[in-house]
């Protein structure tokens, strides 16, 4: 079965040689496998590490832990705002790409739902990144998602303020639907970016309000780290 994969993968290499959607290696980039948006160089030089983020660093109480696949700094935060504001086709290479950051990493925690944390629509802007993500995720993973179990009900404008500042500017920013028997135990929280973390840790306490012993994990595309 290995033999037949591979003489599948180099055909497709030698005859269709379709373009890495990231193309961090010009000429050497090309994708060996069908449906694939990037290929295995890009992936190898991205999804390489287990990026934990450290509960204490974002003084996490409602989330269990946080991962991310990337750190946002040099072309991550180009390609991190193409998808937030001019790209929404980038979420199913990101969502891809996180895909397999889970299957190395996550694999074993058995989540019974995806949850995204929703972005405002706003002018010039008629799509949520984290929900894109989140459809992609379930898609790729055969999870569950459920869209609208957070709905945000304000416009925020965190990077103006510090950490206090940014929990302050929450308040009131989401809301969760109403949910009858509700019977999920392990949520993964998807974002694209995560910074101070106050978005994701507003979003999981209110999960939580539906059962208080309910476990919620984040899962990012990139995040920020910063003293």
């Known amino acids: 079965m290995q033999i037949l994969e591979s003489i599948k993968d180099n055909f497709v290499d030698i005859f269709y040689l379709r373009e890495c959607s990231l193309g961090f290696y010009e000429n050497k980039c ?3 496998a069908e ?8 992936k190898k030089k991205l999804v390489n590490n287990n990026l934990e ?3 204490k660093s974002r003084n996490f109480k409602n989330i269990s832990k946080c991962f991310a696949v990337v750190e946002y700094k040099n072309y991550i935060k180009d390609l991190v705002l193409e998808l937030k504001w001019k790209k929404p086709e980038r979420a199913e290479l990101f969502a891809e790409l996180m895909a ?4 190395k990493n996550l694999f074993d925690y ?4 995806i949850v995204p944390v929703p972005g405002f629509i706003t002018q010039g802007r008629d799509w949520s990144p984290s929900i894109l993500l989140a459809q992609y995720l379930s898609k790729f993973l055969k999870i569950p998602v459920k869209i609208d179990l957070l709905q945000k009900t304000k416009k925020t404008t965190l990077h103006k303020y510090n950490l206090k500042g940014r929990k302050q500017n929450l308040q009131d920013a989401y809301k969760i639907s109403d949910q009858e028997n509700f019977s999920f135990q392990k949520i993964l929280l998807i974002d ?9 840790e507003y979003c999981a306490g209110l999960i939580k309000i539906l059962n208080t012993n309910i476990e919620v994990f984040a899962l990012v595309f990139a995040a920020s780290f910063f003293d």
């Open 53 to 55: 983020i450290e509960n």
């Open 192 to 200: 694209d970016l995560v910074a101070s973390g106050s978005t994701l």
């Open 100 to 103: 397999e950051f889970y299957k």
């Open 30 to 32: 090309k994708l060996s």
């Open 110 to 113: 058995q989540f019974d739902l």
């Open 35 to 42: 449906g694939s948006k990037v290929c295995s160089i890009c």
